[in-house]
């Protein structure tokens, strides 16, 4: 396992990500230790103080925002005591695991298990942390301060991670790696867009490609039928230009799947290659000048034998 991904896991675990927009908040220090097979004793405990929004010490949604890589759910509680299901997904090396934190008026413990693998290898992480509350006001979009026994350029390294993450979500957000389909999606629409100004870019790959592909079509067609999103109208497209353009090209390839936006082309074409396939009887033959012929030369050999010519 690399040495980022260690840190990172350390980070998650122990909630300590500074919240994702600016607001008044309190200081917290926030100490976490961190046991995984291999991992040098000491190596990942961590000392910060961090800025929480007032009340975010008992929500671990609250106080994990600012990571897209980790998801909280399941989150239940019960008097003082908040128990949780979590999920992280770095760069496809997927962890699963539980926490559970028990909060007082000015601190709060508990702990989290976390379970995967990286680089192939079987991955098991406990981490236990506590927080007390220093009371200082201060902005809660502010990074954390850190100190990482064996990692003490923490803060470098955060930075570090954090432009790596941008670099990421700025590849994953260019058009020209998508095929048209692939485009139509909330990635790129609506007003939670993960990609936020590349709509026109995405519009004009859709519109190029949506009268004679397809698959392009079926899938705007089906997005914009069940999604508050319309593509098609955001784009300037015209479905029904587009609609008369597909079911131009109905074949035996796509006409069951364009059935429902091409009803009589897919049926015409359906009766035809129905008509094409039927077993045509023996007696079709002698309905044509080739079959007649030879029912004739039949019957001429049959008046010879009976007259003796």
């Known amino acids: 396992m690399n040495k980022h991904l260690v840190v990172w896991l350390t980070v998650a675990a122990g909630f300590i990500f500074s919240n994702a927009y600016a607001a008044s908040g309190e200081q ?36 994990m925002q600012q990571d897209s890589d980790c998801k ?4 239940k509680t019960a008097g003082n005591k908040t128990t949780w299901k979590m999920r992280c997904d770095k760069n496809g090396e997927v962890m699963t695991g539980t926490g559970e934190v028990t909060h007082k008026s000015s601190s709060y413990q508990g702990v989290t298990k976390l379970s995967g693998k990286s680089d192939s290898q079987t991955i098991n992480m406990t981490a236990s942390f506590s927080g007390k509350r220093i009371g200082t006001a201060c902005d809660s979009s502010a990074a954390p301060v850190a100190t990482v026994k064996g990692m003490e350029n923490m803060n470098d390294m955060m930075g570090m991670a954090k432009s790596q993450m941008a670099s990421a979500m700025a590849e994953q957000c260019e058009v020209s790696n998508y095929q048209a389909a692939e485009l139509i999606s909330s990635r790129f629409f609506g007003d939670n867009a993960a990609c936020p100004g590349k709509e026109k870019f995405a519009c004009k790959v859709i519109s190029k490609d949506v009268k004679r592909n397809t698959e392009v079509y079926v899938k705007l067609a089906k997005h914009d039928d069940t999604s508050d999103v319309a593509i098609a109208k955001t784009c300037g497209i015209d479905m029904a230009a587009a609609t008369k353009a597909i079911c ?36 079709v033959i002698t309905d044509n000048p080739v079959g007649n012929t030879i029912d004739n030369v039949q019957k001429l050999k049959s008046l010879k034998g009976m007259f003796g010519f």
């Open 248 to 283: 131009a090209k109905v074949d035996g390839s796509n006409y069951e799947e364009l059935a429902d936006y091409c009803p009589s082309e897919a049926k015409a074409f359906e009766a035809q290659r129905s008509y094409s396939s039927t077993p045509r009887s023996a007696d």
């Open 28 to 63: 917290w220090e926030v100490t976490t230790k961190t046991e995984m097979p291999g991992m040098p004793a000491g190596m990942g405990d961590t000392t910060m103080t961090v800025c929480l929004v007032k009340g975010a010490e008992k929500d671990p949604r609250q106080m």
């Open 72 to 75: 909280v759910t399941d989150m």
